[in-house]
Antibody
Framework: EVQLVQSGAEVKKPGESLKISCKGS????????IGWVRQMPGKGLEWMGI????????RYSPSFQGQVTISADKSISTAYLQWSSLKASDTAMYYC???????????WGQGTTVTVSS | EIVMTQSPATLSVSPGERATLSCRAS??????LAWYQQKPGQAPRLLIY???TRATGIPARFSGSGSGTEFTLTISSLQSEDFAVYYC???????????FGQGTKVEIK
């Protein structure tokens, strides 16, 4: 079964750093892009960026460029989304999804809730 | 950035009726358009890609049409499990700046 399993919920303070993960299984992790999507409380989906774990080619939405870092460790089939200095406005659910240039996002992780509050 | 606009924001439909959801792109995205379903507390699920191809395991009552800038998702006979929020997404450009519509909530009438 193709699966993406994300790390657990996080509660952080403003200014702290954070790295959340997304582990793939059941398919060739290095052969598919992984994308990240933000969903703020009660709001819609926002496409953040994608990474190709095979060579770490990474692309960002202009809205998120410089705000987050997307990375991957292909040796453990895991992609990451990280912040160096969190803000309250980063409070959201974050999803990873297997992504293809021909079909969008076909397999989704369960989501990671990030809460940033003083 | 390509802006995706969905209408209506909310659609009230009775079970067994047809639902028609619209998605418009600010510029042509060819057929590089996907539809997703999201239920409360769940991750989105891919329904349609390539504007009209059903994803694996998606029932035949879901159909997509359109190309260029105008797209439609039709649910032919709404079942109780279909009440959810539906998003369109364009994945046309490369390097990617893929964008979602703001969503259409399908609620029970």
């Amino acid at each position: 079964e193709v699966q993406l399993v994300q790390s657990g919920a996080e509660v952080k303070k403003p200014g702290e750093s954070l790295k959340i993960s997304c582990k793939g299984s059941g398919y060739s992790f290095t052969s598919y892009w992984i994308g990240w999507v933000r969903q703020m409380p009660g709001k819609g989906l926002e496409w953040m960026g994608i990474i190709y774990p095979g060579d770490s080619d990474t692309r960002y939405s202009p809205s998120f460029q410089g705000q987050v870092t997307i990375s991957a460790d292909k040796s453990i089939s895991t992609a990451y989304l990280q912040w160096s200095s969190l803000k309250a406005s980063d409070t959201a659910m974050y999803y990873c999804a297997r992504t293809g240039r021909d079909y969008g996002m076909d397999v989704w992780g369960q989501g990671t809730t990030v809460t940033v509050s003083s | 950035e390509i802006v995706m606009t969905q209408s209506p924001a909310t659609l009230s439909v009775s079970p067994g009726e047809r639902a028609t959801l619209s998605c418009r792109a600010s510029q042509s995205v060819s057929s590089n358009l996907a539809w997703y379903q999201q239920k409360p507390g769940q991750a989105p699920r891919l329904l349609i890609y390539g504007a009209s191809t059903r994803a694996t395991g998606i029932p035949a009552r879901f159909s997509g049409s359109g190309s260029g800038t105008e797209f439609t998702l039709t649910i032919s006979s709404l079942q109780s499990e279909d009440f959810a929020v539906y998003y369109c997404q364009q994945y046309n450009n490369w390097p990617p700046t893929w964008t979602f519509g703001q969503g259409t909530k399908v609620e029970i009438k």
